[in-house]
């Protein structure tokens, strides 16, 4: 079922306009020359259809009577082409990898976190405009994930990019080693939850907060549900 969709949808899909936003909300069309080299690509193709069969399989698990069955196969029926959006999705986010948008953003020292605060020089009889940051030092930052005083660094990242969760490692030079409570070195846990890691006595050890970003783990296990840092 995945080849046959995958296979209508790229004869469909030269006729769509597909489209990302850019950081200032502007639309940047996707041509057909990036959709054909995409859908040429071996690793791509196969990837899309791995995503096809894998929306297929989830909405049969989920709703098995709504599915036309030949012998032991499912097999098309005209409402399973709405999975074959899964194409335009794959190509959108593949896309934003080779098309990425840069920004300068401050980040804790310690944890990696873009949650900072900086004191700051304003002009308060000029609706406190800012002037300058006070300084580097480590009291003049703080950092509102690991609930310290840091130091902070400017670093270029893709505008696309966020935190997704965190972690709880303890590091020994270059070797990090997984704090007992985490599942995987793939599981990512909201603030709540690694503060939880973090304070509990019963684990000897020097352990530290880490953010994680989009991108840093493949293939993330995601162990709670909505924002990382809200409760």
């Given at each position: ?16 306009s597909l489209?990302?936003?850019?950081q ?11 959709k ?22 989830a ?5 098995p ?14 409402y ?18 080779d ?30 405009e ?5 300084s ?17 660094t ?7 990019h966020?935190?997704?969760?965190f ?35 019963t ?10 970003w ?18």
């Amino acid at each position: 079922m995945s080849e046959e969709l995958f296979t209508m949808r790229s004869v469909d899909i030269q006729q769509v306009s597909l489209y990302i936003e850019d950081q200032h909300g502007e639309e940047v069309i996707i041509d057909n020359e990036y959709k054909d080299k995409v859908l040429l690509d071996p690793v791509h193709s196969a990837a899309i259809k791995e995503r096809l069969r894998m929306s297929v399989l989830a909405d049969v698990q989920q709703n098995p009577d709504e599915y036309d069955m030949n012998g032991t196969e499912y097999v098309y029926s005209g409402y399973i082409y709405d999975h074959a959006y899964q194409m335009d999705n794959y190509i959108q986010d593949q896309f934003k990898k080779d098309h990425p948008e840069f920004k300068t953003i401050m980040v804790c020292d310690t944890c990696g976190s873009d949650n900072v605060q900086s004191r700051v020089w304003v002009r308060p009889n000029q609706n406190n405009e800012f002037v300058d940051l006070m300084s580097e030092e480590v009291q003049d930052n703080f950092c509102d994930d690991c609930n310290q005083n840091v130091s902070t660094t400017n670093i270029e990242i893709d505008t696309r990019h966020k935190v997704i969760g965190f972690q709880v490692v303890s590091m020994d030079g270059l070797v990090s080693e997984l704090h007992p409570a985490m599942t995987s070195d793939k599981s990512l846990y909201s603030l709540e939850q690694a503060n939880e890691m973090l304070n509990d006595r019963t684990v000897h050890g020097e352990w530290e907060l880490v953010a994680i970003w989009t991108a840093d783990v493949k293939n993330p296990v995601i162990m709670f549900e909505g924002d990382p840092r809200k409760l």
